[in-house]
């Protein structure tokens, strides 16, 4: 059985494929660039190439992984192409050569009016970033095709980290910079806002959660996260008591910093009801990152 992963050689990338390797299920990772969790070399948002990888491997899941996580107004027609485009293509090409193929399409918590409460599968969109824009058409391709027979999954992912995760995430940054106490330096964190409340899951976790929902036939659509917020400033606590350090005496909070949002967490009722559950927990993830 072949499982193809666009946007696979990125952080969720990795975990499906490790799971898929525990399952004796074959990954085959699509990216643009080279690397060595990569298999093929190719754009979502070229039609052709999706074709001729879905046509070649006639998977048996595909899962649209690929994007650029920012909410920045600069990346929207890169994100308009790899995630609006590339859901058409791929929707597209397994409705025209591999009709049996079911399709995870990605979503984000950020796609929907943020009232600060726990948000679900079933609450209503809204439109505040360029990057919200092409989630938002991706889902409505996705409806569109599961009308005409095709199974397509949406699983609305809220923030999951890991080593894996990139220093651009506060999540890594908190954790580089605590890092280079440990070792030795006297340098400043620089924070926005140690206020805000996020989801702090483990990808690892977040992974199973998304193999949860694909391994079944009767929810299509639903919130995969833990449901459980703690602010930025918990996060800079708990990394710097692991290093037996205090926080205040390296932290600085930008003055007049605005945040995109105060409050942003799951309501994860319906794929708990399937079954799954995050297992690992705030502090353990935070002592993962910092090995």
């Known amino acids: 059985m072949i499982y193809l992963l666009f946007g696979g050689g990125g952080q969720d990338g990795y975990y499906i494929s490790e799971l898929c390797r525990q399952r004796e299920i074959v990954p085959i990772r699509v990216s643009r660039s080279q690397g060595e969790r990569v298999d093929e070399i190719g754009d979502v948002a070229n039609l052709e190439t999706v074709l001729r990888l879905i046509k070649k491997y006639k998977p048996a899941v595909i899962f649209h992984l690929a994007a650029n996580s920012t909410t920045k107004h600069e990346a929207l027609f890169e994100n308009h192409q790899t995630i609006s485009t590339g859901t058409l293509n791929i929707l597209e090409s397994v409705c025209t050569v591999s009709p049996h193929t079911k399709v995870f399409i990605t979503g984000s918590g950020v796609q929907f009016k943020n009232k600060g409460c726990p948000i ?33 999954y949406i699983g609305y992912l809220f923030h999951h980290e890991s080593p894996l995760r990139t220093a651009r995430h506060v999540s890594k940054k908190v954790v580089e910079t ?35 929902l ?28 692991e290093i037996g ?16 949002y105060e409050r942003l967490v799951s ?4 794929i708990f009801n399937l079954g799954w559950r995050p297992k690992v927990g705030f502090r353990e993830l935070a002592q993962l990152m910092l090995k």
Not at 128 to 147: D, E, G, Q
Not at 181 to 210: H, P, Q, Y
Not at 215 to 232: K, L, M, N, P, Y
Request: with cysteine.
């Open 178 to 212: 605590v890092k280079r106490i440990r070792d030795g330096n006297c340098e400043k964190l620089e924070i926005g806002n140690l206020s805000v409340e996020k989801e702090w899951t483990f990808a690892g976790d977040i992974a199973e959660g998304i193999m949860t």
């Open 214 to 241: 694909v391994h079944q036939d009767r929810v299509f659509e639903a919130t995969i996260g833990s449901g459980e917020a703690h602010t930025i400033r918990e996060w800079v606590e708990v990394c710097f008591e």
């Open 267 to 270: 309501n994860p009722k319906t």
């Open 120 to 152: 679900s599968e079933t609450d209503e969109f809204e439109a505040t970033s360029a990057y919200a824009v092409s989630r938002i058409h991706s889902v409505y391709a996705a409806r569109y095709y599961r009308k005409l027979g095709i199974k397509t």
């Open 245 to 260: 350090k205090d926080w205040k005496e390296y932290v600085v909070e930008k003055e007049d910093f605005k945040p995109e």
